[in-house]
């Protein structure tokens, strides 16, 4: 079992950045893909981007690639999100989730596939 925290949300400018952390709690975390997701006021919850096991493989939102950045840190059950070069559209509360399926590909980009979720944090990016 994998318990995601997110954490490094805030209010920043258009073009500023931002980096989101999420630390998962559980030994399960090095067997876990990785996935971060937002949702903005009215809309539905989009995928943003999501890492495989090991960190080797990514994939992102066509919206976010080339700006955001995600990563993880296995000896600390960390994932990050790195995003520059903010815009209005990025406000979002950004969600870090969990696919321990033991699936034999990935990541996914379908939000069902993820098992455990986090509580959010709020992006707000000003114009």
């Known amino acids: 079992q994998v318990q995601p925290v997110e954490s490094g949300g805030g209010l920043v400018q258009t073009g500023g950045s931002l980096r989101l952390s999420c630390a998962a709690s559980?030994?399960?975390?090095?067997?876990?893909?990785m996935g971060w997701f937002r949702q903005a006021p009215g809309k539905e919850r989009e995928f943003v981007a999501a890492?495989?096991?090991?960190?080797?493989?990514?994939v992102y939102a066509d919206s976010v690639k080339g700006r955001f950045t995600i990563s993880r840190d296995n000896a600390k059950n960390t994932v990050y999100l790195q995003m520059n070069s903010l815009k209005p559209e990025d406000t979002a509360v950004y969600y870090c989730?969990?696919?321990?399926?033991?699936?034999?590909?990935?990541?996914?980009?379908?939000?069902?596939?993820?098992?455990?979720w986090g509580q959010g944090t709020q992006v707000t990016v000003s114009s």
């Open positions: 989730a969990a696919d321990l399926s033991g699936r034999t590909y990935g990541p996914v980009k379908d939000g069902y596939q993820y098992d455990y």
């Open positions: 559980g030994r399960a975390f090095s067997a876990a893909f």
């Open positions: 890492i495989s096991r090991s960190g080797e493989y990514t």
